[in-house]
Antibody
Framework: EVQLVESGGGLVKPGGSLRLSCAAS????????MNWVRQAPGKGLEWLSS????????FYADSVKGRFTISRDNAKNSLYLQMNSLRADDTAVYYC?????????????WGQGTLVTVSS | DIQMTQSPSSLSASVGDRVTITCRAS??????LAWFQQKPGKAPKSLIY???SLQSGVPSKFSGSGSGTDFTLTISSLQPEDFATYYC?????????FGPGTKVDIK
């Protein structure tokens, strides 16, 4: 069974940093593009970033480019999102998704999400 | 960026109703269109990819169609567990973008 479990969310002050993790199981992690998607409270879904199987190809949404860094450790079946210079509008539930297709931007499996709250 | 719109933004329906939700892309995306279902407090769940392919394990009451800019999601006979918010997503162009969602609730 495919499982994605996010962790690392919490309360952080504006300008602070946080590192999210996503532990994958039930599939060959190294074979799949992975993504981060977020959802602000009461709002819609926003794709943030994707990383290829070998970390060669990385994409970011403009809203997080230069502040967030996606990475993965295939030996640990884990995906990460380093978030710096956090702002109030980064407050959201953050999901990791397994990517399918040539771009990998379609997520067929989603984790349960981890809540990040940016507030003073 | 490609803008995705959905209509209606919300609808009220009864159990057993046939429900259709429309998604439109601001430019052609071939068939790189997915549909997701989200219930309150839960993660989105994939229903359909490539505009009309059913994700494994998804019941056949869900169907999708369309190509280019106009797409539809149909639920053939609405059941209590189908009351949720539905999102479309294009994944043809960077950045991938989602529609604003359609909330389906009980009449």
């Amino acid at each position: 069974e495919v499982q994605l479990v996010e962790s690392g969310g919490g309360l952080v002050k504006p300008g602070g940093s946080l590192r999210l993790s996503c532990a994958a199981s039930g599939f060959i992690f190294s074979n799949y593009i992975m993504n981060w998607v977020r959802q602000a409270p009461g709002k819609g879904l926003e794709w943030l970033s994707s990383i290829s199987t070998g970390s060669n190809y990385i994409f970011y949404a403009d809203s997080v480019k230069g502040r967030f860094t996606i990475s993965r450790d295939n030996a640990k079946n884990s995906l990460y999102l380093q978030m710096n210079s956090l702002r109030a509008d980064d407050t959201a539930v953050y999901y990791c998704t397994r990517g399918l297709g040539s771009s990998g931007w379609y997520g067929d499996y989603w984790g349960q999400g981890t809540l990040v709250t940016v507030s003073s | 960026d490609i803008q995705m719109t959905q209509s209606p933004s919300s609808l009220s329906a009864s159990v057993g109703d046939r429900v259709t939700i429309t998604c439109r892309a601001s430019q052609g995306i071939s068939n790189y269109l997915a549909w997701f279902q989200q219930k309150p407090g839960k993660a989105p769940k994939s229903l359909i990819y490539a505009a009309s392919s059913l994700q494994s394990g998804v019941p056949s009451k869900f169907s999708g169609s369309g190509s280019g800019t106009d797409f539809t999601l149909t639920i053939s006979s609405l059941q209590p567990e189908d009351f949720a918010t539905y999102y479309c997503q294009q994944y043809n162009n960077y950045p991938p973008t989602f529609g604003p969602g359609t909330k389906v609730d009980i009449k």
